[in-house]
Structures are given as structure tokens and as C-alpha cells.
């Protein structure tokens, strides 16, 4: 157990004894530091032993530490050893000089990257292991347990924190979802060069911890098409077998039973979608909607989900494959991981260490240390420094070099953990960070790699390339006070819909380039807090290039702050009681949003020498994009417009829901704005604020409707009979609303494309031992939710590679 000092508090004033208090927290941050040790779980030691022995050395096994390596077996396997123990000799030499023979050493790296390397600690006192898997996520997950259950030692590494109810209740069960993506805790954003912000997992499960977990099977047409255009070569039946096994595990229907969704299914039928499952003579169809695991073209079908509503809406996240003889939410509480599987959580990898004594480089090990703060804050933001003046930029300079040495010694330490001899690194951290995690480690474009003043271990120019990141354009409806009273937890798309719309979709097919047709899926959210996170994470109520400004980041954590207060708590909070009715209707949102579905425009992902992380998505820069995403909102304002939706939900006036929580939030903001001092803020952000209003005005225009009257939602009154011909029939009003209001939907791919970056077996092209299992590898998205295809491609890529081992044993015999 980690001791952590508080003894610092307890000095003296700096007036009276200034070198005394800095000797003394020197000393407590130096013995803080050194108590480090990793969090280890294993099959073969409790929750409770984790602390401590794991990493003192104290394994009983005489060939547990990687340096002397696993018992040889054979020559083949001590020679392996010999080598292995003279790489590990080799990182102990310097800890800036180039490594002997051909291995790449550690590397000095700027000020502002000084914990990217730290100072070296004990090693693993562990086996070797078969696989190194970074990234207990998606995919990560069901590769670890398939390669596990086949009797591989596999090491998972995960950045965040393990689920629990009081660590990360968000995480855990339905009432989180929305919440999840606005929880610091579980949620890492992104901003992107264009200003949208797009967010990552920092928590075990990664993705499906924090997403919405919707469960959509991609068609085999997806996979023969990424076959046949991109040359890969995936195998249907394999695939089949892989989401069998998936959704056997963590597939379940979300219920449907309620006035609302009735109401959606209402929609999409007068809109011409076909109901699963089909309609009878009298032209009627069933409720609830038959449930369907896959795509369906044309229709709208019951949703599966990774919430399991018998289970009191426990979310099914991928670490569920990590559990041995997983039996529910306890399971996860009672954390036990699988035979063959060790786990370490709160742990950060920061490279991967080649051996480049061959003819190409073999990944043999991984440096890591304990999780800081700053490995988990927002990414895209440049590092806050201060700018000094002319006068004392030399002084500033000098500063720093001596900023630099101090703080080196109080560097968190790093340890190694290392493969066997056919053993793989596994990169199954997302189309983002896997990127970066290669680029620390030497691997990627050779100019990215010399910007970062590392040495050049493969020159890999598509890594990091052809990133690509969904846009989603919500339309939202408030429910009545009524009708979200019948709620007692969110609902996530219980319906889902997917339907080509244009003027020619006779012969559209998947990769289509065709102004005249566009493939709509649509998806829902509602209920209690149900849209908390698109709201208060995303900030899509401001234009992209404002929703990072300082201003409106701290308007977002105001507005956030007062959703957690209870409605007397609000009253005592000034700006919570100017917010109240602007809360209230973030809570009763219910939105149907489409989301392009098969995105063409494409960015990329680097990483600045001071740490930075840019990621440039390029949203809507392929004009099918931009047009897929306007006919999106068209069809979805159609469908609110129509009068499937009549008494459940807020009609537009100046009292309802649309212009009291714009109007609320815009109030603030422009307050703000006309009082900073902000050198950021100018008076043009008055004017694009006002544009922004005005946006919203024409899609939401308001009624006669006196302040004070009830609006009870009539979905056919004046008001919205004024807005229907005007709003969808108008493409330069809906291009403006989709400028102003969309935001990411957090489907990154595409950095680590299969064929131009790894090989069907997922490898990484160049070097020996290092794979990529994520939605790295999909040069386009699936057309739905990813989240079964991405738990999907992890038990594919481990039977893929099972397969091609068995082979290779039986080409030798």
C-alpha cells in the first residue's frame, strides 16, 4: 500500500522558514516517489495483495524477472533469454546515451516532456509474457481474454481507473449514459483544430465505459467491400464466429415500452421506413418493434445495447472479458481476472523499446509508470506557459534549464515489461493515441519523429494519416414535465432507423460517391440526463471555434456545476437560479440525430515536441459529407414536424424548451463577453454569438405564445405549421444549422490503416513483433454504431492469429 505524506502541510510560513519547508517536501516528495510500485491484479493474487510484493521482487518463481527471462525450454529458448537479458542489461547503461548493440536507448527529451521518460526503477519481477496488450478497451479486451483462454500469458495495460460504483459511478450502469462523456473522471477530451471537441476513455473498457452502447452488427457487404476496394482480406466466417461470441456476452434489447417510442416508431413509419419484422393486412405492425442484432436496410428495428435492463441497466464495457466466470454487476466490483491474464490499471505506457539488431526492428519491451494527472487532461491544448518579455527572456531561459534539472529528480520511475521470443506488443488504445503511443516510441512519418528529437526506428509515412471522425447533428425535442415524469432512467436508442433518401438511390451502394443520395441512420436519446453529455461535454449551444475559449469553458463548468445541485440548492446559487429554466430543459432534451454514415473527409493525428497532441479531422471537407449531413437534419426536422409526436413534447414559442435554454445559456455569455477584459475575446464574438442565435431562430422560429402559457406540445399549432415549409425545404438555413451545432460522435479511425500501415493479421508492416488491434486499422468506419465492430475485430484479430500459429506449427512438422 502507497503511504502518501501530507507532512508538507504542516510547516512553518514561507516567511519564516523558507529552506527549511523546501528541504522537507523534497525529502517527502523523493520518499512519495520512491514507494511507487505498480497496482498489480493477477489470476494468482487478490485485489487486496496487489500493492507492494508484485513489484518489490519478492515473486517466488526463480525465472520471474525479465532480465534472466522465462526457464529454457530449449537452445532456441535460452539463446532467446541470453539476448533478451543482454537488452535489458542495456537499458540500465545510460539513460541518454544510444544502447549497444543496435537497441535504441532512452532519449532526453524537452522540458515540457520530462515524465515521458522519468528515471528508471526496479523491473517487472515477472514472466515473460506472450502478449503485451495496451489498452483494456474494445478491442483490447475480447483479444486479451481470446488469447488468454487459449493458454497465452497476457500482460493488459489501462491508463485509468477500474470501474466501481465509487470511483466511477458513470461507468457503471444506464443512469450514466449521456453522463459518462461529461465525467472528468472516466472522459478525456479532444479538441480538434476546427474546434469541435471529441472524447476518448480514460477508464477500464475504454470507449464502451463511457459511450452509449449502442449495438449495431455491420452486414458481411461492409467487409467485401473493404476487401474488395482496399485489398485486405477478411474472412467472413471468422467474423461470424468472432460477433457470436460478442454478443452472446454482452448484447441486450433495450426496452421499448413507452408513449415516446411509440411515438419514434410512429415517425420513421410515416416517413417510409419499414418496420421490422413487416405489417400486417390492415397495414399496422407490432409493438414493441422485433429486435434485430444488425443492420437493416430500409427499416427500423428494435436496438440492442450493452445495458442489461435485468441486470438494473448494468453496462456490459469490454473489461467484462478480462473477469473470471463473469455473473454481473458484483463481478466487476469483485474484480478476478481470467487464468492467464495479469492487469494493471492506473499504469501508462510511454514507448515501445526495439531491438534493431536484426535485419528489422523486433519489439521486445515497454517502458511504463504510474498514471499522472497530466497524462489524462484535455488533449489539443498547447501547454499553458508563461511568455516572457524581451527584457527577461534570458533569465526565463536560464530558468528553465534549472527548472529542468530539479525537477528530473523527482521524475516518476519507470519500470519494463517485455514479450517472449515470438511474443507481441499490442497497440489497442484508439485511432488517437495508438498514433501517438507509435510516435513516442520512435515509429511513424520520418519528419513526425524528428520534430520530437527521437531517433528514427521505421519510417512509416501513413501512420497517423487519414484519420477520420463522424459528425453528428442532433435535433432536439423537449419532452412535456408530464411525459419525462414516466421516466426513471435514459433511454438509448430503444429504435433505430436506416433508410437511403435522395432523388436517385436506384443502384447506391456502400463507397458511393452521389450528391443524390444519402444513407440516414438515425438514432435517439431521451430521458432523465439522457443528453448531459452531448450538452455540457460537447457545448454544441456555441459555435466550434468559441467552445474552447476560456470564457465559455468556464461557462460550461458553471452550467454542469448547477445541473449536479438539487432545485433548492439552486436558489441559494445566483447564476444556478438565473439557470434553472435552462436546466430544467436540458434535462427534459430528447434528440434524434443522424450522423454521416459513411464519412469521406479525412485528417490527421501528430503530436508537437512539448507534448501536444493535434488531431485535424477536417469535418465536412469532402462536399458528400457536407451534403449527407444537411439532408440528415432535412429528414429529422420532418419527422419532429410531423404529428407522430403530438402532446409529448414542447411546442416552439418563446416559453418552450428550444428558446428558453438558448436564450438562458446566450444571456450569460454575452454578459460576459461585453464585460472581459479577455484579450481573447473581441467584439466579433458578439456578432458570431448573435449568428448563432439567429441559426437557431430559423429552425426554431417563435410562436404568439405569451410568456407564462402552457405550451402542452401540439405538434401541429400554428408555430410549427409556420416552421415546416420553411425549415427542411431550406438548405442554406439547415447548412447553417449544421455549421453552428455539430459535433463529434466520437467514431475516430482510420490513423493505422490495414494494408497501408499492417497486414491482415494486423502486424505492423516494418518490424518484427508489434500489431495494431483498434479502429485504427478501418480505412472507413462501419455504417452504424462501432462499438460490436470494434469488439468484433479484437476476437477476430486473436483467432486470426491463433490460426496462423497452428499453421505455421503444422508447416514445420
Known sequence: MVVRSHSCLLLPSRRRRPASRLLVCSVCAWVFLSQQFPVVFSASVSPSENDGPAASGTDASPSASPERGSEPENVAADSWSNSLSQFVSALRASTWDVLRSGVEGTTRMHFHERHVEGIEGARRPQELFDYIVVGAGAAGCPFARTMADAGKRVLVFERGHARSRTQTPTAMDL??????????????????????????????????????????????????????????????????????????????????????????????????????????????????????????????????????????????????????????????????????????????????????????????????????????????????????????SHFWAIGQTLLSRFWSLFSPQVYHACVKKNGEIVMASGAILSAVHLFKSGVGPKAQIEKLGLPLVLDVPQLGQRFSDRIVVPVGVFLTQRQQQTFSKPRISDVIGFKAFGPDCSDFKIGAHSLKCTQVIVETMYGPHAMDGPIYAARALVPPHLRNTRLVEAIFQVFSGCTQLSKKERLLQPVCFLLRRAIDCASRTAVQFSFISEPKSRGSVSLERDGTVKVEANYLDDPQDFFDAVRGVQTAIERVNGDAFRGLIDSVGRTACPVMLLDGFLQIVTRLLQETSSPSLTPAHLEQVQKHHDALARIYPPSEHEEGEENEGDASDDALNRQAPEAPDDPTHIAEYVLTYMSSIWHHAGTAEMGAVVDNLFRMRGVVGLSVVDASVLPQISRGNPTATLLTIGRYAALKKLEAQSHSREAVV
Open 175 to 392: 443512469d450514466g449514459a449521456g453522463r459518462g462523456i461529461n465525467d472528468e473522471k472516466i472522459s478525456q477530451p479532444v479538441i480538434t483544430a476546427q474546434g469541435v471537441r471529441t472524447h476518448i476513455g480514460k477508464v477500464m473498457g475504454g470507449g464502451t465505459s463511457v459511450n452509449v452502447g449502442i449495438m449495431i452488427r455491420e452486414l458481411d457487404e461492409y467487409f467485401h467491400f473493404l476487401n474488395e476496394k482496399y485489398g485486405h482480406s477478411w474472412d467472413i466466417q471468422t467474423l461470424h464466429k468472432a460477433s457470436s461470441w460478442i454478443e452472446e456476452r454482452v448484447s441486450c434489447p433495450m426496452p421499448q415500452e413507452n408513449d415516446f417510442s411509440r411515438a419514434i416508431c410512429r415517425s420513421f413509419s410515416n416517413q417510409g421506413f419499414i418496420p421490422h419484422g413487416g405489417v400486417a393486412g390492415n397495414t399496422n405492425y407490432t409493438y414493441p418493434i422485433p429486435v434485430s442484432p444488425e443492420l437493416r436496410h430500409g427499416e427500423f428495428w428494435g436496438a440492442m445495447s450493452l445495458f442489461n435492463s435485468s441486470d438494473s441497466g448494468f453496462r456490459n464495457a469490454a473489461d467484462i472479458f478480462l473477469i473470471d466466470n463473469f455473473s454481473g454487476a458484483e463481478s466487476v466490483e469483485n474484480f478476478k481476472p481470467a487464468k492467464n491474464i495479469e492487469l494493471l490499471t492506473d499504469y501508462i505506457v510511454l514507448k515501445v523499446l526495439f531491438d534493431k539488431s536484426g535485419t528489422r526492428p523486433r519489439a521486445r519491451c515497454v517502458n511504463y509508470r504510474r498514471t499522472q494527472e497530466s497524462d489524462l487532461t484535455t488533449l489539443g491544448e498547447s501547454p499553458r506557459r508563461r511568455r516572457p518579455n524581451d527584457a527577461g
